[in-house]
């Protein structure tokens, strides 16, 4: 070796020697436990400032959940498809396979999975994107506390955060939190979202077998969805959902038996999100409105979500209502060819008089097309179905006429068109429709016919400040207005809901109904008092009953004579009232039988801006009328209402029924005095259809010898009015069988000041 080798040979042992004098073991294992030290403390001081917080706003949010009265759903509304669920309500069995799935020695366990979450961390660091490791705890931290950034800072939290919640909260509370917070897919939020959306059942309902299923769905929800998985996808999320199974087994915690026997359950085909569709829009919107009414909260702090919304609606009724007012109006228009029918708007309301419940609402064609109910809308006047309030008025009050004479529904009238009130400090001569003189009238002739002149004459005699007070006390909304004569002629605003519920009060003997939308309302568990739909005795029974006994007429002898030919009620028991507004912007008929009240409207509303005839503008939503709508002429009560009312009620009331009146008077009683105005032939008529009753008509009958023409008292010259008793027991015809009394059954919007306004009467 020479001298220059030797040199080299030197200089590389003392760099070798050097190299080990540096990284001696001493001194590595010194580095790597100051390492873990400087580690912990790091881990300590962040243990120390990170708290666990208040859950994100988005974890929070749930969707309120709309039911019908049978439990079924009505729809889901809000910006997450969630509704948490208790852990009580999700079977033992569909519990552990969430565990067996994701989590075996979760009840053992301290919230964290170190190996997990390192490697996650390293995974994080190398940019492998996101891996699996986590426990439950730290998932259900992932989801409710924090967010699904791929971060070493999120990482971090996540797991001090983990092992905080799991010494503060029960294992219990945190599997309960997992399950109702993570996603499946299909839009689902949760355990319960998730049970309707794979298998249309809640999650109480949900079998072993299922609960594997949405258990593996949680490892990769859209490549797992079975009716969007490819042939991989599916051999994987039938893989998994075995492992899930076989590891419940292991524990104890499933029979192998049962296991053996368990087939995999392919979910349901996908379909849309429950929304708000067709008529589910307005009864949504009815029902919210009750709910915020009730509890004081504000639309926002409802809108987080966390409600279960129970309806009265009954869905049979409901898809009848919908069908009657398909075929029997709508279909009869037609938007292309008639630019007025764009502008008729429908709206119903069905109740039942003993609960209050509404069981079918008719909202219009749709919130994406009409956004107002006209269901619930009190902008257009109710016309003359305000008239039984007058008679109701009247009885409770036992006024008398000019004369001095008690208001019954014998009490005859002079029913001259535009015959000046007398009484009133404010002049007011109703026209009658057609402006049809009738002469002498009774009153039950003149609810048979719709008698303007007549109703005017008697809202002054009973003094329009108790016609008021009375219409407040029967469910009107009449807060503010000032009585004046035109009020008798319905010229105040008012919505079928509203009108429903006043002829309820009369359904119901004078005790009060309110109609309710909600049957239940439910917030996490907690429910709301609900206010009563049965209030007080408004109007004496007796009242109530000769207003029913009253409008038995206007069906078997009036302006609504037409229902009678309708499948199911030529011979029911039925009571109601027709109602057409000033120039025929509204026409209304509410009747009811014994067990179900039934409210309908159509309103006329400028669909779009444009110019009429005379060259006048007229605004969208601006009222119209609705003459001419469906090709024919003036739209009356007795003609598209009544028709919807009747197929409706004819598909739709149950057993048959007479009223149990008590009562001396009206046409379901005996036949009133019979008036000497022109002969039916030539009176005008809500009725399109000329055919007679098929019941016997009360006024049909022979009058008694006093009331023949010779022997009638004068009209009263001061009041219009003179009051006669009823014919005499022995003087009495038969009842007709549609209406005879029997023994008592054991088992948002503004209103229009239009008081200047005339109707055109029906």
Not at 41 to 53: E, H, K, S
Not at 696 to 714: D, G, K, R, Y
């Amino acid at each position: 070796m020479g001298r220059a080798e030797a040199r080299r040979a030197q200089r590389r042992a003392a760099k070798s020697g050097g190299i080990r004098r540096l990284f001696t073991w001493r001194k590595l294992l010194g580095t790597a436990l100051g390492v873990i030290l400087l580690g912990m403390g790091a881990f300590a001081v962040l243990y120390m400032l990170v708290d666990v917080p208040e859950g994100n706003a988005k974890a929070q949010m749930q969707a309120n959940v709309y039911k019908y009265a049978d439990g079924s759903l009505l729809a889901r509304t809000g910006e997450v498809n969630r509704e948490i669920v208790s852990l009580a309500e999700v079977p033992k069995e569909v519990q552990d396979t969430f565990v067996a799935a994701e989590n075996k020695s979760f009840y053992d366990d301290h919230g964290v999975d170190f190996k997990g979450t390192a490697r996650g961390l390293l995974n994080t660091l190398s940019g492998k994107g996101k891996q699996g490791g986590s426990t439950i705890t730290q998932q259900y931290v992932k989801n409710y506390y924090l967010d699904q950034d791929q971060t070493v800072t999120r990482k971090l939290k996540e797991l001090v955060i983990s092992l905080k919640l799991d010494q503060k909260k029960t294992k219990k509370e945190i599997l309960a939190g997992y399950i109702n917070t993570s996603y499946y897919g299909r839009g689902a939020f949760g355990i319960q979202a998730a049970a309707q959306a794979y298998y249309g059942v809640d999650a109480k309902d949900l079998d072993v077998s299922q609960g594997a299923y949405l258990a593996a769905l949680l490892q990769a929800p859209s490549q797992y969805d079975w009716a969007v998985a490819g042939p991989n996808g599916k051999r994987l999320v039938k893989a998994r959902w075995a492992y899930t199974l076989d590891n419940m087994v292991e524990e104890g915690w499933l029979d192998a038996g049962k296991r053996q026997g368990l087939k995999f359950p392919v979910p349901h085909d996908p379909k849309p999100l429950n929304g708000t569709a067709g008529q589910k829009g307005y009864i949504v919107e009815a029902a919210r409105n009750a709910v915020l009414k009730q509890t004081g909260l504000t639309a926002d702090q409802f809108d987080i979500g966390g409600w279960t919304i129970t309806v009265n609606i009954d869905k049979k009724k409901q898809e009848q209502l919908e069908k009657s007012v398909e075929t029997k109006l709508l279909d009869k228009l037609d938007t292309k060819k008639r630019k007025l029918d764009q502008d008729i708007q429908a709206g119903a309301v069905s109740v039942d008089p003993k609960t209050g419940a509404v069981l079918a609402l008719y909202g219009g064609r749709g919130q994406n097309v009409h956004w107002t109910s006209n269901a619930t809308r009190s902008d257009f006047q109710p016309a003359s179905t305000f008239k039984p309030v007058i008679l109701a008025a009247a009885l409770a009050e036992e006024s008398k006429t000019q004369d001095g004479e008690r208001i019954t529904a014998s009490t005859r009238y002079d029913g001259t068109s535009k015959r000046p009130v007398v009484g009133s400090d404010i002049p007011f001569n109703p026209e009658n429709e057609d402006d049809q003189d009738y002469g002498r009238i009774t009153v039950q002739d003149a609810m048979n016919k719709s008698v303007n002149s007549v109703f005017a004459q008697m809202g002054v005699d009973v003094g329009m400040d108790k016609v008021m007070k009375t219409a407040g006390e029967l469910g009107m909304d009449v807060k503010g207005l000032k009585g004046t004569p035109a009020m008798t002629l319905g010229s105040m605003g008012a919505s079928p809901l509203e009108m429903a519920g006043v002829y309820a009060t009369f359904d119901n003997h004078g005790k009060e109904v309110t109609p309710q939308i909600v049957k239940s309302a439910v917030h996490e568990g907690d429910a709301v008092d609900l206010p009563d739909a049965i209030g007080d005795q408004v109007i004496s029974r007796q009242a109530a009953d000769s207003v029913t006994s009253v409008l038995t007429g206007v069906v078997d002898d009036g302006t609504a004579r037409g229902v009678r030919n309708a499948e199911g009620l030529a011979k029911r028991a039925i009571a109601g009232k027709t109602g057409t507004s000033d120039d025929n912007k509204s026409a209304w008929f509410t009747g009811y039988t014994p067990d179900l009240v039934t409210s309908v409207g159509l309103f006329g509303e400028a669909a779009f801006d444009r110019t009429d005839d005379d060259g006048k503008k007229i605004k969208k939503n601006a009222q119209v009328t609705l003459q001419g709508a469906g090709g024919g002429g003036r739209v009356n009560g007795g003609g598209f209402p009544a028709e919807i009312w009747a197929d409706y009620m004819g598909h739709s009331v149950g057993k048959a029924r007479k009223f149990d009146l008590d009562t001396d008077m009206g046409a379901a009683v005996s036949p009133p005095p019979v008036s000497h105005s022109p002969s039916p032939s030539t009176s005008p008529s809500d009725d399109p259809s000329p055919s007679p009753s098929p019941s016997t008509s009360p006024s049909s009958e022979p009058p008694p010898a006093s009331e023949s023409p010779q022997s009638s008292p004068p009209a009263s010259p001061s009041g219009g009015a003179t009051s006669e008793p009823p014919p005499s027991p022995s003087n009495r015809p038969g009842p007709d069988p549609s209406s005879t009394v029997e023994l008592p059954d054991l088992s948002g919007d503004k209103r229009p000041d239009n008081s200047d306004n005339n109707n055109d009467d029906r």
